[in-house]
């Protein structure tokens, strides 16, 4: 499988990373996203292993902390081979630190995080949001302190806003402090939104994307077409409605045609489209089944053309929003980088 390196670090992931919110016993907060464990969990991580797949994605959130736990007893004695991140932020307590990213709460979510985990130090340990209400000063400063602590390698953000990730970047440098390696973001042929703002961001500041929710929540992967009802994922999001539109049906079609002439899944080739995008570092697939991941991990076994990448661009094209659609107008010439997407007219 590809490599590639995180952002503008010297961290080199696999372009596939296994997301293991599906890792609980069913309980608690994203309880219902999956209920692998033991020996399914077990056997999951050997599939991505034996695929290639060095990075491996939790939070402390995930079921309470099930899953940490679950990944760390699942990898054993392989830890040292892979890359392992994980996230904090989320409310982990009734106490008014056990959520956000203040100083004591960081230092105390890793702690509890390296214990679940069952290792010595976290290769990359992100914050799972941005936190309007503690100083960046101080979220920035605890971050490299545990960096500093060989408890951490890395420090990366997810679910920040452009302008926040930037400010996130200057305050950094400014303050002689671990920048952020990467982001992991949602992007998919239904949302692309980070194209606007968090991925050029990202390019400009060697920030490297993780994608989350690449298949839309399953929706890319055309299972919802034949049937509705059901304790899926999509549903339980209630996504179903926002993805089951006219453009919706145009992408599907593009990643049917693309299939059938490929004789690949619709899933493969919504996979394969991310890894084409300026400053997609690495694309986070996770399943419930063994079938499932399977049929994810060999999207890493051919590569699309850029023929097929511009019909799926044109099927997932959307309205461009302010001020991309001023720079687009007036001064494409000199912001050419901003507008892969745009370009087909």
């Not at 392992?84 to 230092?107: E, Q």
């Not at 076994?301 to 461009?320: G, I, K, Y």
Request: aromatic share 8%; charged share 25%; net charge neutral.
């Amino acid at each position: 499988m590809e490599t590639r390196f995180l952002g503008k670090s010297g961290l080199e992931v696999s372009v596939f990373g296994f997301g293991a919110m599906t890792f609980s016993d069913g309980e608690g907060r994203f309880g219902q996203t999956g209920t692998t464990r033991g020996e399914a969990a077990k056997r999951q991580v050997d599939m991505c292993l034996d695929a290639g797949v060095t990075l491996f994605d939790t939070a402390d959130v995930y079921a309470e902390g099930r899953s940490e736990e679950i990944l760390g007893e699942a990898l054993g004695a392989r830890r040292p081979y892979v890359v392992v991140a994980t996230k904090a932020f989320g409310r982990m307590g009734r106490n008014a630190h056990d959520t956000g990213l203040s100083r004591r709460h960081l230092i105390e979510a890793c702690e509890a995080s390296l214990r679940r985990l069952g290792t010595d130090w976290i290769d990359l340990y992100q914050v799972h949001s941005f936190d309007a209400r503690a100083p960046l000063d101080e979220t920035l400063r605890a971050l490299d302190d545990l960096v500093t602590a060989g408890k951490v390698r890395y420090i990366g953000c997810s679910n920040y806003a452009g302008w926040q990730l930037m400010k996130a970047m200057a305050t950094a440098e400014r303050r002689n402090v671990e920048p952020y390696v990467s982001q992991q973001i949602q992007y998919s042929l239904m949302v692309r939104d980070a194209e606007d703002e968090l991925l050029p961001c990202g390019v400009d500041q060697g920030v490297g994307a993780l994608i989350w929710s690449p298949l839309a929540q399953g929706f890319l992967s055309g299972k919802f077409r034949s049937a509705r009802g059901g304790n899926t994922r999509l549903e339980l999001s209630n996504r179903l409605k926002a993805y089951d539109t006219p453009q919706g049906e145009r992408v599907l079609a593009a990643l049917d045609a693309i299939a059938e002439a490929r004789g690949v899944t619709p899933g493969q080739v919504a996979l394969n489209w991310l890894l084409k995008k300026p400053g997609v570092t690495s694309v986070l697939i996770g399943a419930r089944t063994d079938e499932q991941l399977a049929d994810n991990l060999a999207a890493a076994q051919w590569s699309l053309t850029d023929a097929e990448v511009e019909a799926l661009d044109r099927a997932s094209q959307v309205a461009m929003r302010y001020p991309n659609s001023h720079h687009r107008i007036f001064s494409l010439e000199r912001n050419p980088q901003l507008f892969p997407r745009y370009k087909l007219d």
